[in-house]
């Protein structure tokens, strides 16, 4: 509604009449932006915020927020820079998680077909509830991860895990199979690993290049 739709930076003005309020359901007033393996994007959100979208990943939006919370769904990557409002608290709703901040920046990881999900946090508080009832605030540098039902938070360089909006993997003692799956995804090229390297360990930078 009242918006525009931006491609490859050609304008294309939406056409549809807006659908009434009191009509509209969750559906009709969700985006679903899906980003296919090979590709990554940012969006600008009705509230301000800023969310850097990973290649296969999907996420749910709204149109607008409304007046009591904002909240999004997420399968895959993304980074988020929130806007602050302490009135509107920000949720950020994976299948396994649901992490409710104020204004913040951090990363979230919760590919579906991964056997854990994490968040980093940059700047700022977050909270996260698990889908089976733990609790856990974390603070700047930690990394929650969530994995069989258990949490194991630790301090991190938060730049480690989301150098990728910059179009480079920092990489510190990282398995090559993780590597291999996050390369796979990021160029949409099958990269599979043989069983007897796939656990050693590489450190350094590799540059996205296009």
Request: hydrophobic fraction near 35%; charge should be neutral; charged fraction near 25%.
């Amino acid at each position: 509604d009242k918006g525009t739709i931006h491609i490859k930076d050609e304008e294309v003005t939406t056409t549809n009449n807006p659908v009434p309020k009191e009509e509209q359901s969750f559906a009709t007033n969700t985006n679903i932006l899906k980003v296919p393996m090979g590709s990554h994007t940012k969006i600008l959100l009705s509230d301000g915020s800023k969310v850097w979208v990973n290649s296969e990943t999907v996420l749910h939006f709204p149109t607008v927020f409304d007046s009591a919370h904002r909240t999004i769904f997420a399968d895959g990557e993304i980074y988020l820079a929130v806007a602050k409002d302490e009135s509107r608290p920000f949720y950020v709703q994976t299948s396994q998680m649901n992490i409710r901040v104020l204004g913040t920046s951090f990363n979230v990881t919760a590919y579906k077909d991964d056997s854990n999900q994490s968040v980093v946090l940059k700047e700022g508080l977050v909270e996260i509830n698990t889908s089976n009832g733990i609790k856990q605030n974390i603070r700047p540098n930690d990394r929650l991860v969530l994995e069989n039902n258990q949490i194991n938070i630790s301090k991190v360089d938060p730049y480690n895990y989301i150098s990728w909006i910059d179009g480079v993997f920092i990489l510190d003692k990282q398995p090559l199979k993780n590597i291999a799956q996050r390369l796979s995804r990021y160029y949409k090229v099958n990269i599979i690993c043989a069983p007897e390297v796939e656990n050693y360990k590489s450190t350094g930078k590799l540059v996205l290049f296009e």
